[in-house]
Structures are given as structure tokens and as C-alpha cells.
């Protein structure tokens, strides 16, 4: 067998027609859906604006024709239309929120748009509370509503357009910008939304296209019956939170023969606490652009019975992805896929109920979860998991290929999978995975998909609104909520370019451990208190191999940089701290030209690890390595900054925590000249209240340099400042260049001090300034500390 063949996953599916059926099947719409159709008017209106270029003159923003369309809906006849039509160049209606009437069909004819109102007090719920980024969002009301209006329908072969890359009235922004505005700032948009259906059975959209939603373009919400057939969604995929149709605690759904290409998800089933959503198919559709089928993330309601067949995604981040969390999760069963291709997706399947780190009671749980002729024809990562050992999602799978996947791009945890009939060259496996195989099951093929793929509809026949997409962004986005663009870092530094990214975090705490192999990371919080935003997990030496393998930040790669942020190690909260095995890292470095600044770094035994790199026991010189920090805060009790590399600390404070007794450090030397050692400038030396007994450092190899500069000592710090290693054993303490220069406070001894310790002169204090000490660093990192 090649060693790099396709991987094909294949499981096993009951089976399933890929039409709408006259008879149900088991997990879809009940009803016996049709192809709709256009009822007859019962007014028409005509066009009076026109939109050269997609642009209305400032004149005509003014010119809303809400009040003449609302007007006809609401003398409208059930089971007749209000149609809009273009006449010659007059081609646009511009309209501020409307309300959809029982019965009544808004028609909207060939050539013809509808333009939301630029104006953000239209869709104010309160004054000035849309258009607006704040702490709170739903602040907007939206563009259209159907609420309580049972069959009603929007119809035609014209477009509705939401404008959301225009900018707002009276602003120098678009709904995309603040959108964009509330991801990097870790608040809340507040945007309209093309249409909301809510509580309005039998709501039927039908060869609609929708286009530049300022959020999501379709929300169905408690609805029994609901139709899309031959609908166009289409918006840019950088356009944040533009989801395409979002069912919502409904049930009796078809999504068919449609095309979504958006800025979120295509379709996300939800089910919150208004109830659940079930029997729904999604049937003869293409995706494009995207988060992908998507079930979650509220599931709380419980969702079952979905039937997904004869789907295309192409060029989407996800392609098939059940997400839910314990905050809001519930039990998903019985979803079936059947005949779906993906090209270009990045996670083609994605079934997972750790999408937030947030915590609650409310499991996440999946059960009976098929897919059948399932084939992502271009590599790609796929998470399969449950949420422990005694809530294992169920899944079979029938004929998965994922071409030129590694087994490296699985992660599975906690999964009991069904294999066969048709079984491919690869399972997956993990901790806790069982596999059972269908009994005669056989190797299968994969389901021809390019032919399927086809281009997304760009004739329109409606006039488009000139919106501006945002540029990529090229920062990663993590977000504990959900709400980024990954909820863990290790996810968002996976994603990372090999030659680095920017990663922006929100508050909130993310239990897992972070490694950086590639250089020129960055990864900062934009809120300054850097206890909101911790990364945090509680390996130790005992449980992890070894000291230099518990920590729960290792950067082993150059130019790293964090900023805004708490590494923290929490093993000696539930476990004692012994004298062997309970070392436990926050954080290990041995990459160069690292900058921490506004960092907390916690931990008790060997909270920093900063090392060279290379040293061998053949006498080959190590390389250096040099890290910078600024504003710190740093806890731990014993030999809590350690190592052999050149690191300065500016302006830090350095907390004790209790123990019998303390260390502040531990710096060590491979050889004599070893280019290394450790600085304090302008610091704090501060304690838990009782803590005494705290020792400045002692060397933990011979030849250890620690320099302390203008560093306030507080009274915890023991007269003597140094001592060595095992008094009585070893003798590294008459090696050493322990040195201090205007230290302050309580602490600081000079006339009692380790006769090893040399009190400086102002000019020889000179020689470790910053600049000086970490030489070689060019012009990038002096600005950046």
C-alpha cells in the first residue's frame, strides 16, 4: 500500500432516497414539499429610484418607499402577492423596516431590488441603540419580519439587499466594519438582519436572491413549516457574523436546490431554550465560502431527525460540524449525511462539544450521528469527540474518503464509531475510541464529485448595492464564547503561517497547554487587565516526564511576543506541593528575542523556565537565548525563575507565595563564559502576607549571574540575599556573580549580604541596562519592549 495514499474513512448509514420523498423518511421534513410557486398579485408598484453603479444619489437615500410597500401589505388579500417591478432605469425600492402579513406573499420582480435603509435609526429597538458597538448588542430590529404571520411568503427573481458594505447614514462606517469593530474589541454589534421569521408557520422564500446582509441573512425562529427552494445567498465570506439561513427551535424545515455563499455559517440548525428543532432536510444545495452545515451552538432544545443529501461545499473553513459546549448544550440525534462533496474546506468534518471552554450542566451529547458517500476530495483536518468517557458520541461512517489526509489530521477522543459496510484504509483512533465493524463489510470507493461542483450564480438580474467587503484580516481571532474564529490558541498557533501571525484573544480562560515551534508569533489580549485573559493547565514534572515537559506554555521558536495575558500552571491547587515531582511550569523558553509585557506568570516550584539552546556535553558552545519583560507580575516559592539564558526584567513585580522556604532564582551556567544571566531593573520583591525565609537566588549550576538594579525588597527577603545550592554538598556559591545596585526597602541588606555579592557602582551598574545587556536585538525589538 503507498505510504501516502488517500485516507478514506468509510462508515456505515442506513439508507436514504436524496429527494423529497412522498413517504418520510426517517430524520427529515415530514410534510410533502413542492416546488412553490408565484400567487397573483394583488397590487403592484413600481420602481422610482435607480441605482447607478449600486450607488443612490444622496437625494434619493432619503426617498423611502416603506410607508406606499407596507401600506399594500397590509390591504393585501391572503393568498395574494404585493409585487415590486422595475420599470426602465427605475429598478430600486428603498424601504425601512418592514412586517410581513398571514397569508401575504411580498413579490419581487425580475430586475428588481429592494434596498434596506443606510439609516441605523430605522431599525433602532430603543434610541441609538442600533448601529452602535457596545457591551449589550440586539439592539436592531430587523429589515424584515414575519412574526406570528403563518403563510407568508417573499418570492420572486429580484433581490433583497442589505447594503451591509455600504456606509451608515451619518457615519463614516458599514454594519460590516462595526461588526469587525465588536470581534477586536471583544464587544457586541449591533446590526440589523436581512429577515426574521418568528413564529410563523408554513413561511415559504422562493427563488429569492439575498445579498449583503449586515448579519445574518435568514433567522427562523419556533416555526413549524419552513420552504427555501432556488434561493441565493450572497455576501462576502469576510463579512463577520453573515450566516446564511439559521433554523432555530423549529421543526417541518426543506432548504433545497439553493446556493449560499456567506460570512458564517451556510445553514446552522440551533435549539435553544424555546424547544427543539427537528425533522429538517437540506436537500440539492451548494455552499461556497463559509463556516459550512453546520448544527450548534445552542443545542440546549435538542435537535434530531435531519436528513443533509446531495450537498456541495466548496471553499468553505468547515464542511460538516456539529458544535456545542456545556454551557448550552443538549442531545443532537439522529442526523444523517448522504452524498455530500467538499473541495477547498479546511475541517471537513468537525463534530465536536468542546466549541467554548465555557462551563455549565448543560452536556452537549451526540447519538446516532451517520454519514454516508461522504468525500472531501482535498486534504483537510477533522476533530471527531466526545465530551468524556461517559458521554461518547455515537457515529457510523459509510464510505468517507478525505484525499491526502495524514492520520496527523485527525483528533478523536471519546468516540464509539460503527465501521462499514464499506470500509477505507484508515479508522480513526485516539484516547478512548472504540471501533466496531459491521460484519462483512468491504473496502468502498469514493463518490465522483467534480462534476458537481459548479460555479456560484453571479447573473443576477437584480441591481446590487456597491458594498465594500472588509479586507482578509490577517489576525487570528480567539474567543472563549465561540465568537472568534477559534476558541482554543493552540488551534489558532496550529493555523498560523509558518512564518508567524498575530493572535488576538478575548477574555476568558482557555485550559490547555500552548506550544510554539514557529517564530514570529504574537498573541495578546486587547484588555489591559491580563487576569481576564488566562492560559492555564496543571501538568507536572511527576505527571509529564519531567520538569522541562510540564509546562503549559513552551516557546521553543524566536521573536515570540505576548502582551495582555496570565500563563498559569494550577497543579499545586489540587495536589501538594512535594519535594519531587511537583515542579510545574506556566511557562518554558527557549527561543530568542522573546518580549512578555503586561504577562502574569503563575505557578509555585519552577514557574519560568528560560533557557539556551544546543548545549552539549562535548564542549560545544550553546546558543544564547535573550528575553525581555516588561511589567510582570511573577509568582512561584521555589527557584521560580530559572535557567541558563540572558533575560531582563523591567519594572516587574516578583511574588512569593507561601512555602517553608524561598527562592527567587535559579540561574545556571553550562561553562565558565556562557553568555547568559538574569537582570531585575526597577522591580518589586513582594510576599503573601507571612511569607519570610525568601532567598534572592541560589546557583542551580556553577557560575550563575543574577544582577538586581533599583529593585524595591520587601521584608520577606532573608538579610544574607544568597545562598547556595545544598549547603554542606555542593560549593557553586564561590563561583558565582551575584550582583546588586540600589536596592531599596526592607529587604535590602547591603552590610549583611552573602560575602559572595558584589554591591555595584553606578558605573559598573551601566554595563546591564537593558539595551545594553540584551545586545544584538534590532531596531524591531527595541520598540517592541
Not at 435538542?302 to 461545499?313: E, K, P, Y
Not at 524595591?712 to 550582583?739: F, K, L, Q
Request: hydrophobic share 35%; with cysteine.
Amino acid at each position: 500500500m503507498p505510504a501516502r495514499s488517500p485516507i478514506k474513512l468509510l462508515f456505515s448509514l442506513l439508507l436514504t432516497c436524496c429527494g423529497i420523498c412522498a413517504t418520510p423518511l426517517r430524520g427529515q421534513d415530514t410534510r410533502k414539499v413542492t416546488e412553490p410557486h408565484f400567487p397573483r398579485s394583488c397590487v403592484t408598484l413600481a420602481a422610482q429610484l435607480s441605482a447607478p453603479g449600486g450607488v443612490l444619489s444622496d437625494d434619493d437615500e432619503h426617498k423611502l418607499d416603506t410607508e406606499k410597500i407596507q401600506s399594500a401589505i397590509d390591504h393585501c388579500k391572503k393568498g395574494r402577492a404585493v409585487k415590486l417591478r422595475a420599470v426602465g432605469e427605475h429598478s430600486v425600492f428603498l424601504s425601512a423596516p418592514l412586517y410581513l402579513k398571514s397569508g401575504v406573499t411580498l413579490l419581487i420582480g425580475a430586475n428588481t431590488a429592494l434596498f434596506a435603509s443606510r439609516n441605523p435609526r430605522d431599525y433602532d429597538i430603543k434610541p441609538g441603540s442600533c448601529g452602535i458597538v457596545d457591551e449589550h448588542g440586539h439592539g436592531c430590529r430587523p429589515f424584515i419580519l414575519a412574526d406570528h404571520a403563518p403563510d407568508a411568503a417573499i418570492m420572486g427573481d429580484g433581490a433583497i439587499d442589505g447594503r451591509g458594505g455600504a456606509k451608515l447614514l451619518g457615519q463614516d462606517v458599514s454594519w460590516w466594519d462595526l461588526a469587525h469593530t465588536a470581534k477586536v474589541t471583544d464587544k457586541n454589534q449591533n446590526c440589523t438582519r436581512i429577515l426574521i421569521v418568528r413564529e410563523s408557520d408554513n413561511f415559504i422564500l422562493y427563488r429569492i436572491t439575498l445579498r449583503n446582509s449586515p448579519n445574518f441573512h435568514v433567522s427562523v425562529e419556533k416555526s413549524n413549516g419552513f420552504t427555501a427552494w432556488g434561493v441565493k445567498i450572497d455576501t462576502p465570506r469576510t463579512a463577520r457574523n453573515t450566516d446564511g439561513i439559521d433554523p432555530s427551535s423549529s421543526t417541518n424545515v426543506s432548504i433545497l436546490y439553493s446556493y449560499i455563499r456567506a460570512g458564517d455559517d451556510n445553514v446552522a440548525i440551533k435549539a435553544g431554550k424555546l424547544g427543539p428543532s427537528s425533522h429538517i432536510t437540506i436537500a440539492h444545495d451548494h455552499f461556497y465560502s463559509g463556516h459550512g452545515m453546520s448544527i450548534g451552538s445552542e443545542t440546549v432544545g435538542g435537535v434530531s431527525a435531519v436528513h443533509v443529501s446531495d450537498l456541495t461545499i466548496d471553499g468553505a473553513d468547515n464542511g460538516i460540524r456539529i458544535k456545542s459546549d456545556r454551557s448550552r448544550g443538549g442531545l443532537v440525534e439522529n442526523v444523517h449525511y448522504d452524498n455530500v462533496c467538499m473541495r477547498d474546506v479546511r475541517n471537513p468534518i468537525v463534530l465536536t462539544p468542546l466549541y467554548t471552554t465555557f462551563s455549565g450542566d448543560l452536556l452537549p451529547v451526540y447519538h446516532d450521528i451517520i454519514l454516508k458517500n461522504v468525500h472531501s476530495t482535498t486534504a483537510g483536518s477533522l476533530t471527531i469527540a466526545g465530551l468524556d468517557n461517559q458521554h461518547k458520541l455515537e457515529v457510523k461512517f459509510d464510505n468517507v474518503f478525505v484525499d491526502d489526509a495524514q492520520s496527523s489530521d485527525i483528533r478523536a477522543s471519546h468516540v464509539a464509531i460503527t465501521v462499514g459496510p464499506m470500509l477505507g484504509n484508515l479508522v480513526p483512533s485516539g484516547d478512548d475510541v472504540t471501533v466496531t465493524q459491521v460484519p462483512g463489510s468491504k473496502l468502498g470507493s469514493p463518490v465522483s464529485c467534480e462534476s458537481r461542483f459548479v460555479d456560484f450564480p453571479e447573473k443576477g438580474t437584480a441591481p446590487a448595492s456597491a458594498s465594500v467587503a472588509p479586507p482578509p484580516d490577517k489576525t487570528l481571532y480567539v474567543a472563549a464564547d465561540g465568537t472568534g474564529d477559534f476558541y482554543s490558541v493552540q488551534r489558532a498557533v496550529d493555523a498560523a503561517p509558518a512564518d508567524g501571525a498575530t493572535i488576538l484573544v478575548a477574555p476568558g480562560v482557555y485550559r490547555e497547554v500552548v506550544s510554539i515551534t514557529k517564530p514570529n508569533i504574537r498573541i495578546r489580549s486587547n484588555h489591559t487587565d491580563a487576569s481576564k485573559t488566562v492560559i492555564i493547565f496543571d501538568k507536572s514534572a511527576g505527571t509529564s516526564g519531567g520538569t522541562l515537559h510540564s509546562a503549559t506554555v513552551e516557546i521553543r521558536a524566536d521573536n515570540f511576543f505576548a502582551e495582555n495575558l496570565t500563563f498559569a500552571n494550577d497543579w499545586n491547587t489540587t495536589h501538594p506541593q512535594l519535594p519531587a515531582g511537583s515542579q510545574a511550569l506556566a511557562v518554558l523558553v527557549t527561543g530568542d528575542k522573546a518580549v512578555f509585557r503586561n504577562v502574569r506568570l503563575l505557578g509555585n516550584q519552577d514557574t519560568v523556565y528560560l533557557g539556551s539552546r544546543n548545549c552539549r556535553p562535548d564542549g560545544q558552545p550553546c546558543i544564547p537565548t535573550r528575553q525581555y519583560f516588561t511589567h510582570c507580575y511573577i509568582a512561584g516559592n521555589v527557584d521560580f525563575i530559572f535557567g541558563d539564558s540572558k533575560a531582563v526584567f523591567d519594572y516587574c513585580e516578583i511574588h512569593n507565595t507561601p512555602h517553608s522556604e524561598g527562592f527567587i532564582t535559579a540561574q545556571a551556567k553550562h561553562y565558565p563564559d556562557e553568555d547568559s544571566g538574569f537582570v531585575f531593573n526597577s522591580c518589586r520583591l513582594t510576599a503573601d502576607p507571612g511569607v519570610t525565609g525568601v532567598w534572592l537566588g541560589r546557583p542551580w549550576r556553577p557560575y550563575a549571574k543574577v544582577i538586581f538594579l533599583n529593585t524595591e525588597m520587601g521584608d520577606h527577603i532573608v538579610p544574607a540575599g544568597w545562598r547556595e545550592w545544598h549547603p554542606g554538598e555542593t560549593h557553586s556559591i564561590e563561583t558565582v556573580y551575584y550582583a546588586e545596585f540600589n536596592s531599596t526597602g526592607p529587604g535590602a541588606h547591603p552590610g549583611a549580604r552573602d560575602p559572595h555579592t558584589k554591591l555595584l557602582t553606578a558605573a559598573e551598574a551601566a554595563q546591564y541596562e537593558t539595551k545594553t545587556f540584551l545586545n544584538g536585538w534590532d531596531r524591531q525589538e527595541n520598540d517592541a519592549h
